[in-house]
Nanobody, 121 residues
Framework: QVQVVESGGGLVQPGGSLRLSCTGSGRTFSSSSVGWFRQAAGKEREFVAAITAIKKNTWYGDSMRDRSTIYRDNQNTVDPHLHNLNTKGTAVYYC???????????????WGQGAQITVSS
């Protein structure tokens, strides 16, 4: 198990942008693919985006495919930039390690506290 900390959530107006950050510790995190997921109230958790450790290959979920970009500038931090957000973006956003960025149903660690994003005018 690896502990991660999500940060960067907040209130944003429709059409606005926000950057989240996932910080993990240790070689296990730094050598793992990492994905972001979100869960809106009363709905199932869904995949947002993921990035591999070395080659920085990326994969995006349908919901945010054209409105997000995921970065990994250093091995212990994975940051999705979310833009042109709409009210469907209101959710708690979580990060987790993945065995493969293309297998979005499998994740490796317990879920953290997440970062709340509220999209509202």
């Amino acid at each position: 198990q690896v502990q991660v900390v999500e940060s960067g959530g907040g209130l944003v107006q429709p059409g606005g942008s926000l950057r989240l950050s996932c910080t993990g510790s240790g070689r296990t995190f730094s050598s793992s693919s990492v994905g972001w997921f979100r869960q809106a109230a009363g709905k199932e958790r869904e995949f947002v985006a993921a990035i591999t450790a070395i080659k920085k290959n990326t994969w995006y979920g349908d919901s945010m495919r054209d409105r997000s970009t995921i970065y990994r500038d250093n091995q212990n931090t994975v940051d999705p930039h979310l833009h042109n957000l709409n009210t469907k973006g209101t959710a708690v956003y979580y990060c987790n390690r993945m065995t493969s960025i293309y297998n979005t149903a499998i994740y490796l660690d317990d879920w953290g506290q997440g970062a709340q994003i509220t999209v509202s005018s």
